[in-house]
């Protein structure tokens, strides 16, 4: 028995090099996740394999350290049905045109995710999180973006999309909204812009009538944790996720990269 791997096709098309995607099970066998990889060296130059818990710092997976580079909390609250008007200050960014300071305040979303972490990853981070922001402008990653604009300059920024779900009461196909970018400008923190970044979030989930909103975080991202716990979300999963880097991957000048066991 083997596990399926997903292609995850961004990365994969902003790295060069095809990249997939492990969930991994919570009775999940090294055995078997082995297995797994053995299969798809010739198709993933990198895996990330996502464990449900919180796992080791590290797997030895084919004889090959694979580090644990993120350490997710994923938090969930019910839309309320009643949405005060929020802070004038904050806009829906229409424009198809990404500004300097959303390209800012994006780069500064990425400092402790896996992207930044893994070495490997590392020196394209800032040009990734970039790319991701452009992206969303023109709706392509997100399907709203809300900012917090003051003085002719955004200094708070969240991208949220609508996405299937399963209700855990019922058992049935849902939406929820989810949280994809949530910054705030280093100089300006602690002032409360992002319980407004959420609200105006909540708000375009109850327009839409979507009942829940999700958000991910990193499990050592400690003032987004607090704020998700003061604002009323609840925790619903841990994750751990690993990279796994397939042995044989040379890249050549004109074929690009390639596999050659």
């Known amino acids: 028995m083997t596990y399926q791997i997903a292609p995850d096709l961004w990365n994969s098309r902003f790295f060069g090099f095809p990249i997939g995607n492990i969930d991994l099970p919570s009775d999940y066998t090294v055995k078997e996740l082995e297995a797994t990889l053995q299969e798809a060296h010739s198709k993933f130059r990198l895996i990330f394999a996502t464990v449900p818990s919180e796992g080791p710092d590290s797997l030895s997976l ?62 394209h981070f800032e040009q990734l999180f970039l790319t991701w922001i452009n992206f969303a402008v023109t709706k392509e990653l997100a399907d709203s ?23 855990s009461q019922t058992g049935q196909m849902d939406k929820e909204g989810r949280i994809g970018m949530l910054s705030v400008d280093a100089e300006h923190r602690r002032r409360g812009i992002g319980t407004h970044l959420i609200k105006a979030c909540d708000f375009w989930c109850s327009s839409l009538g979507i009942p829940i909103n999700a958000i991910a975080t990193q499990k050592d991202n400690e003032p987004v944790i607090a704020l998700c716990e003061n604002i009323g979300f609840r925790q619903d999963r841990e994750a751990s996720i690993y990279h796994y880097w397939s042995p044989g991957w040379l890249y050549d000048t004109r074929r690009g990269w390639m596999n050659n066991t």
């Not at 809300?146 to 609508?162: A, C, F």
């Open 145 to 167: 973006i809300w900012t917090w604009y003051e003085d002719g300059h955004h200094l708070g920024l969240v991208t949220i999309r609508s996405a299937k779900c399963v209700n």
């Open 62 to 123: 084919l004889g090959n350290r694979c580090p644990c580079y993120a350490r997710k909390l994923f938090f969930k609250k019910d839309v309320p049905t009643n949405i005060d008007l929020f802070d004038a200050r904050i806009r829906a960014y229409t424009s198809t045109f990404c500004s300097s300071s959303l390209e800012r305040l994006a780069v500064q979303s990425g400092t402790m995710t896996q992207f930044r972490q893994d070495p490997e990853l590392a020196p």
